[in-house]
């Protein structure tokens, strides 16, 4: 029976150049949503459950690094090295702002109350825009010590959290006074920085190192040290008892919490794995790769008829790139869904 346990991802084409970043919105009523960031220059929004490309946002000159979405999956950012940031409308695809900025944009995050757009990246600033009124300046705060690699929001959208590109450490930001409250010290950059679902942890991963904090009182809770060196890290949401971690060596693993101990092993990128995330219910999770790929693994044990099913859906995820290109922007959920059946049926 083990041998027939093999996992079988959902693998997603699309994107023609490494995927750098992935972001799952919450559930919503309409289900829950996964948008990819790519050096393409081109974000694209699937059905974070099946994997099915909804539609690509257009409009970016360079690479995009960080996408995000709110929290009612409405509205998408990303960050892009054409110095802009930009958030468009997640049902129709239409760029709804575009933030200009002097350097590469690296990080992007949407505050939990939706208002706000939080920015980092080469300047060494962070820069908070009022969505309510995107004409107005954004506001700045506190020179950052580094180029800045990762931004998140904690404590109900009173703290800002950071990691840089050439320095270690995460620093924590108290956005009324916009000046430095805490650091998480790490020997290396921490690349991958992930507040978790509930709010208890800050899950991190500097070289070959994954880190877990008390989000509250910043105190060190895990330290687990890894095969290789690792880009990300995702903590399972619903339990909080077994997180996953990518990197270098083209392997997703699944790790226990509690001990630290290698659960599974994932095989099937062709390159590094530069992001991976659980999905909001931990149901399954998604990596995203130099190969060009993104893949969903579920998390669960698989039996032998549901692996047969899964290679089944094996294709589900794959648009023509060309079917890609006519279409003219976004459709609504149910309509994209079956310009990809048509797609699969030519």
Known sequence: MEKKRIAVP???HGHSRPVVDLFYSPVTPDGFFLISASKDSSPMLRNGETGDWIGTFEGHKGAVWSVCLDTNALRAASGSADFTAKVWDALTGDALHSFEHKHIVRACAFSEDTHLLLTGGFEKVLRIYDLNHPDAPPREVDKSPG????VAWMHSDQTILSSCTDMGGVRLWDVR?????????TKSSVTSAEVSQDGRYITTADGSMVKFWDANHFGLVKSYNMPCT??????????GNKFIAGGEDMWV???DFHTGDEIACNKGHHGPVHCVRFSPGGESYASGSEDGTIRI???????????ESFAANGPVGKVKVSV??????????????????EAGNE
């Not at 006074?177 to 010290?185: N, P, R, Y």
């Not at 693994?297 to 692996?307: A, E, F, K, N, V």
């Open 10 to 12: 959902l693998v997603c």
């Open 147 to 150: 180029s800045v690699r990762t």
């Open 177 to 185: 006074s916009g000046k430095i409250v805490q650091t998480l010290e």
């Open 230 to 239: 690792v880009e990300s890290a995702s903590l399972e949401p619903k339990y």
């Open 253 to 255: 693993r699944v790790f």
């Open 297 to 307: 693994w579920q998390t669960g044990p698989l039996t032998y008829d549901d692996t």
């Open 324 to 341: 890609e290109r006519k279409t003219e922007g976004f459709h609504i959920v149910e309509e994209g869904k079956s310009k990809e059946k």
